[in-house]
């Protein structure tokens, strides 16, 4: 069913104020984890990386051991209706439709975080994309052998490009999105205008 009068319009204004507003790029993502294994910490930042243009950081928190000796972190960015049903998915406890729709897709792939024996804990990797402006939806997902891989960690967190107001366009076409897949989407604002402007994971 598609958004309808005043529903609609307030959805559009509050999705493209959130986008065109700049939320907070430069912090962690606050999310809570799964059973099992926790969230990554997720930062990014934007300016020049070697010509590229968006930096994205993962912290892998999950200790290795005897259960797991290498537990993983790793990032990707999703943009289009690809973010949407991310958001969807956390915003639903959905850890495994998270993982599919981020294994379904064409998305940037960010390098892994991976604790052990040898590298230790708490290791952190960045990676550099060249992305065009937009809005994008960075996603973190920690798992291995130690559980089952519906007990993943995820985190999620907001990217828009350019950062601060620039270009009103990323935001409106985020709206437009929003508009496009009907009320079951209108969750997600909560999470879009959530503290600092973060997105939360999965509780």
Same mark, same amino acid.
């Given at each position: 069913?598609?958004?309808?009068?005043?529903?609609?319009?307030?959805?559009?204004?509050?999705?493209?104020?959130?986008?065109?507003?700049?939320?907070?790029?430069?912090?962690?993502?606050?999310?809570?984890?799964?059973?099992?294994?926790?969230?990554?910490?997720?930062?990014?930042?934007?300016?020049?990386?070697?010509?590229?243009?968006?930096?994205?950081?993962?912290?892998?928190?999950?200790?290795?051991?005897?259960?797991?000796?290498?537990?993983?972190? $790793?990032? #990707? %960015? !999703?943009?289009?209706?690809?973010?949407?049903? &991310?958001? @969807?998915? =956390?915003? /639903? *406890?959905?850890?495994?439709?998270?993982?599919?729709?981020?294994?379904?897709?064409?998305?940037?792939?960010?390098?892994?975080?991976?604790?052990?024996?040898?590298?230790?804990?708490?290791?952190?990797?960045?990676?550099?994309?060249?992305?065009?402006?937009?809005?994008?939806?960075?996603?973190?997902?920690?798992?291995? $052998?130690? #559980? %089952? !891989?519906?007990?993943?960690?995820?985190?999620? &967190?907001? @990217?828009? =490009?350019? /950062? *601060?107001?620039?270009?009103?366009?990323?935001?409106?076409?985020?709206?437009?999105?929003?508009?496009?897949?009907?009320?079951?989407?209108?969750?997600?604002?909560?999470?879009?205008?959530?503290?600092?402007?973060?997105?939360?994971?999965?509780?």
């Amino acid at each position: 069913m598609k958004l309808r009068g005043v529903k609609r319009i307030a959805i559009s204004l509050a999705a493209s104020a959130a986008m065109v507003g700049g939320l907070a790029l430069t912090a962690p993502a606050t999310a809570s984890a799964a059973p099992g294994y926790e969230k990554p910490v997720l930062t990014v930042e934007q300016g020049d990386f070697g010509g590229k243009n968006v930096q994205v950081t993962i912290t892998n928190p999950n200790d290795w051991g005897i259960l797991d000796p290498a537990p993983i972190c $790793t990032p #990707t %960015l !999703l943009s289009g209706e690809a973010a949407l049903k &991310a958001l @969807v998915a =956390v915003d /639903s *406890g959905d850890i495994l439709g998270v993982i599919d729709v981020v294994t379904a897709n064409n998305a940037f792939l960010g390098l892994p975080a991976i604790n052990n024996l040898v590298d230790g804990n708490d290791n952190s990797k960045s990676t550099a994309f060249q992305v065009d402006d937009g809005v994008y939806v960075l996603v973190g997902i920690c798992g291995g $052998t130690g #559980t %089952l !891989l519906g007990d993943s960690g995820v985190a999620i &967190a907001p @990217v828009i =490009v350019p /950062s *601060g107001f620039g270009s009103i366009a990323p935001g409106l076409a985020f709206g437009s999105l929003l508009l496009e897949s009907g009320d079951a989407l209108t969750s997600v604002l909560p999470l879009l205008l959530g503290a600092g402007g973060l997105v939360g994971g999965l509780s």
